[in-house]
């Protein structure tokens, strides 16, 4: 590949003119992904594979590399491999299917365990309104779902008797995540004590959870209520809707769960996107380091 890297930067010379500061720059960056792909044996343009630039920038990360230098680095790739399908190298560009500002946003914030059981004791479920939460809260933890997934449940998608809710995630793909006894607890007491004097029988509506208007229950209303309660809880954390799918991920994770049941279970297409969790369990690691060894 060192004999493509030369070519290219020859082309980018003479056909594209380009300046000696950049030359230099793409040259660096490429040098670097090919010693990357080498410990990797990987030693031909044609064998790469997307997951391959996301690992690499991803390491490039671990290592401390900005923001800046990771869409650098990026570019230069993509630009490489886009003279290579132009000279008949290979047959796709395989940093363009990328979704590049994914790989270096900022990791997703997660609760630790502690944080979750606080967070999901605060309804308080002597009341109608508790209670749905509580289930609200009980599922979005036990099946790590897309608060839009949570939100478009039908009653008729969830499954007690043999534990399981069925959910339809990106692309209308339809999935089914199991449900842990807890959740399956709080969702019982919900449909047998609270959704029916919500639903107030005349509603048409069929979405599992329900307001007290007997509408469909919204993503800006669940951001409400998972923000109520974590203030209650007291967890200074930034928390979204999708936290408690973030946390979800990583303590299975932390807990040795096989990456593809995961990658299943979150509804990710590509096992790339799910790997993001096991870099969170990386840095965790170091940051539990760094506090309690002698010598950080």
């Known amino acids: 590949m060192k004999e493509l890297l030369n ?36 030693d031909k343009a044609e064998r790469v594979n997307k997951n391959d630039v996301t690992a690499f920038l991803m390491s490039e990360k671990d290592k401390g590399l900005s923001s800046n230098s990771a869409a650098r680095a990026f570019a230069a790739i993509k630009v490489f491999y886009k003279y290579l399908v ?3 190298r290979v047959k ?13 946003k900022h990791l997703p914030e997660t609760l630790n365990v502690d944080e979750v059981e606080k967070l999901l004791e605060q309804p308080n479920i002597r009341n109608w309104m508790g209670i749905r939460d509580k289930a609200c809260l009980e599922l979005m933890y036990a099946a790590g779902l897309r608060v839009s997934e949570l939100v478009s449940l039908k009653v008729h998608d969830i499954n007690l008797e043999f534990g399981f809710v069925k959910c339809k995630g990106k692309g209308e793909k339809e999935r089914i995540v199991p449900l842990g006894r807890k959740a399956k607890q709080a969702l019982s ?6 959704r029916p004097k919500l639903a107030k029988q ?14 469909g229950m919204s993503r800006q209303q669940f951001w409400k209520i998972i923000k109520k309660y974590a203030h209650s809880a007291r967890i200074n954390k930034s928390i979204t809707p999708h936290t408690l799918r973030h946390s979800f991920a990583t303590h299975l994770l932390e807990r040795g769960a096989d990456l593809r049941v995961v990658q299943e279970m979150l509804g990710h297409a590509d096992i790339s996107t799910t790997q993001i969790y096991t870099h969170i369990n990386k840095e965790r690691l170091k940051s539990i380091h760094h506090k309690y060894h002698p010598r950080p």
Do not use: C, H
């Open 7 to 42: 070519e290219f930067i020859s082309y980018l010379s003479v056909e594209k003119g380009l300046a000696q500061n950049t030359l230099s720059s793409y040259k660096r960056d490429m040098a670097k992904f090919i010693a990357y792909l080498a410990t990797k044996g990987i």
């Open 202 to 215: 005349a509603v048409a509506d069929q979405r599992l959870f329900l307001t007290r208007l007997s509408k």
């Open 86 to 88: 132009s000279e008949g």
């Open 189 to 194: 007491r919900y449909l047998e004590k609270t």
């Open 92 to 104: 796709e560009n395989v940093a363009s299917l990328i979704d590049a500002p994914k790989l270096w």
